[in-house]
Every structure is written in C-alpha cells, then in structure tokens.
C-alpha cells in the first residue's frame, strides 16, 4: 500500500511551537510517563519537534499546502 508521500502529498497541520519552560516541563512529565509504561509502548518526541495542534489538514499536495502557506501570511 502506498503511503501518502508516495503519492507525493504531505501530512499537514497547523500548530504553534511550545516555548522553551513548557516544553522543559512536558519533558519531566514524558520522563515520568516512561518509567510508569510498559517497556515499548510510549514512544517520546523529542523537544524540538514539540507543538501544538491547532488544526489537522490531512493529506495535501504541495500546491496545496503553498496557498494554505500564502493565506496565513495575510
């Protein structure tokens, strides 16, 4: 089965970056969740790639995902 990027569309969404003390904070409390899981079944993200989702958009192309781009920058 194809993947979406094979079919040359993105996963998009819209979010906002967490700042710096939040992500610090979600970092103790993935820490926590960690040690209190099952071995394997929590995978963590790591604090660069922390957001929020405001909006997911699905499957885009990049065309697509070029005037979601222009229409926020107005």
Request: hydrophobic share 45%.
């Amino acid at each position: 089965m194809e993947s979406p990027l094979d079919q040359g569309l993105i996963r998009a969404f819209l979010g906002v970056r967490v700042g710096s003390v939040a992500a610090q904070a979600l970092a103790e409390s993935q820490r926590s969740l960690l040690h209190r899981c099952p071995e394997g079944s929590l995978r963590l993200v790591d604090l660069r790639d922390l957001h929020l989702t405001l909006r997911f958009l699905g499957d885009l192309t990049l065309g697509q995902a070029r005037e979601v781009e222009l229409a926020l920058g107005e």
